[in-house]
């Protein structure tokens, strides 16, 4: 049995932004369980922020009862789709399918592949290879007017400035694998990011026309931020979800950070959380926002979905260490890195140790060695969370913490990082917070 009205459930979570004939799919989705599909282009190593968004509405589909089809472009991922911006650069067929293996290592553990409505794999690379140009060109290429596809917002945008045949048939390939899951699979809904409609509708359009077939189609918005600038970017870059690419401590730290105007639609978006608790929430962020209780719940709902409650523990002891509030020595050289490397960090040598006051300047947290020792003298200067009381200490072995590092801080709330090289690197910590 399906879970009724599961769109009623979508659009309460704001997950909706342009569909199909809406009725229609509602009636679908109520009436037994629909074969839906959703794309991801390897054209990076990870998926990133706005992925994780259709990952997440394809495993709520399918808690409702619905059977998903996660695709992973090796195909599409050759060309990508095209950008505002201007030419994709192409990656070799090699690169791409590692690519490939790493998107599909990322989905798998949000998916369910056993029971009724088991999830599968695939990878349009399977039935595009093989196909010749003549046979594209014949059955799929009659079915899509020049007219049309100029006028797509995205081509539209780079006819000035130029558009490869290769990026303007995208639309081509995406549109093929609605077709191909429609007839191997009875593949029946595609969803995808709202800049993605264009495709998506001409998916659909490539089934009626081609197959006979009635699918449906919905997108979900784009987020952005208060003040309208696109989400999933960081100083760093993008939100990604390989801890490789950015730490757990980092990620969980954007999500901590986020506007309190934000706080109830991300909740929607990227947890699992009832509507009475995502709404007590609201309401508790609203009424006292100085607890940042919403921020809270978000960052740890988040960050233990991608990365697991392991890591939400090494995060949030991590930020609660650098602020003072915990022990730095229970921490792993990893989070530990990776929290100092977020702040900012400097490089010494172990046979050349500054003294603190240099390090200090050097760090950036004071401008000159006179505001350094005035600082240590008011007493608002640290060394691994340890009052400093001489400003000419030279730091030694038994301050040096896992992984090689030295935490500075000034105050309460701006510290960093010094990376000791050469000679032994201390031990990982064996207490409570080391890593798996």
Do not use: C
């Not at 495993?59 to 991922?77: D, I, M, N």
């Not at 911006?85 to 690169?95: C, D, I, Q």
């Not at 595009?128 to 059955?139: E, G, M, Q």
């Not at 926002?289 to 921020?295: C, F, N």
């Amino acid at each position: 049995m399906t879970t009724p009205n599961v769109l009623d459930e979508l659009e309460w979570r704001g997950l909706i932004a342009h569909s199909t004939d809406r009725d229609a799919l509602r009636a679908a989705l109520d009436e037994g369980s629909v074969k839906f599909y959703v794309g991801f282009d390897p054209t990076a190593p990870s998926l990133h922020m706005g992925h994780l968004v259709q990952v997440l509405t394809a495993k709520r589909l399918q808690l409702a009862g619905h059977t998903p089809f996660a695709l992973v472009g090796g195909a599409t991922g050759m060309i990508g789709d095209p950008k505002e911006s201007g030419e994709r650069s192409l990656n070799t067929l090699a690169t791409v399918k590692d690519w490939v293996q790493r998107v599909r290592a990322q989905i798998e553990p949000f998916l369910s592949f056993e029971g009724d409505h088991a999830a599968t794999m695939v990878d349009n690379y399977d039935w595009t290879a093989s196909l010749s140009v003549i046979d594209f060109l014949r059955d799929i290429g009659k079915h899509f007017p020049v007219n049309r596809m100029l006028a797509r917002d995205v081509v539209a945008r780079r006819l000035e400035d130029g558009i490869s045949y290769t990026e303007f048939s995208y639309v081509l390939l995406q549109s093929l694998d609605f077709l191909e899951l429609h007839r191997q699979h009875g593949v029946t809904l595609q969803f995808g990011g709202s800049d993605q409609w264009g495709n998506l509708t001409a998916g659909a359009e490539l089934v009626r026309r081609a197959h006979g077939g009635h699918v449906h189609a919905f997108a979900t918005p784009l987020l952005t931020k208060s003040d309208g600038t696109k989400y999933g970017k960081t100083e760093g870059g993008a939100l990604w979800l390989d801890p490789a690419m950015m730490s757990p401590y980092a990620f969980h730290q954007f999500w901590l950070n986020v506007e309190d105007e934000k706080v109830g639609e991300l909740l929607r978006i990227f947890t699992f959380l009832t509507r009475e608790e995502i709404l007590e929430l609201e309401a508790e962020t609203a009424e006292k926002p100085y607890l940042r209780a919403g921020q809270k719940r978000l960052a740890d709902e988040v960050t233990a979905l991608v990365h697991g409650e392991e890591e939400v523990e090494h995060a949030k002891a991590a930020a609660a260490a650098l602020f003072g509030g915990g022990d730095l020595a229970t921490l792993n050289g990893a989070t530990l890195g990776a929290a100092l490397s977020e702040a900012g960090s400097i490089q010494v040598d172990r046979d050349q140790m500054p003294s603190l006051v240099d390090l200090l300047v050097e760090t950036g947290l004071v401008k000159s060695k006179g505001d350094a020792r005035r600082t240590v003298s008011e007493g608002g200067a640290y060394l691994n969370n340890e009052r400093v009381a001489d400003a000419e200490r030279v730091p030694g072995e038994d301050d040096i913490l896992a992984g090689g590092w030295l935490v500075l801080r000034r105050g309460k709330k701006s510290f960093a990082g010094v990376q000791v090289s050469g000679g032994r690197v201390p031990q990982e910590s064996q207490g409570p917070h080391t890593a798996r």
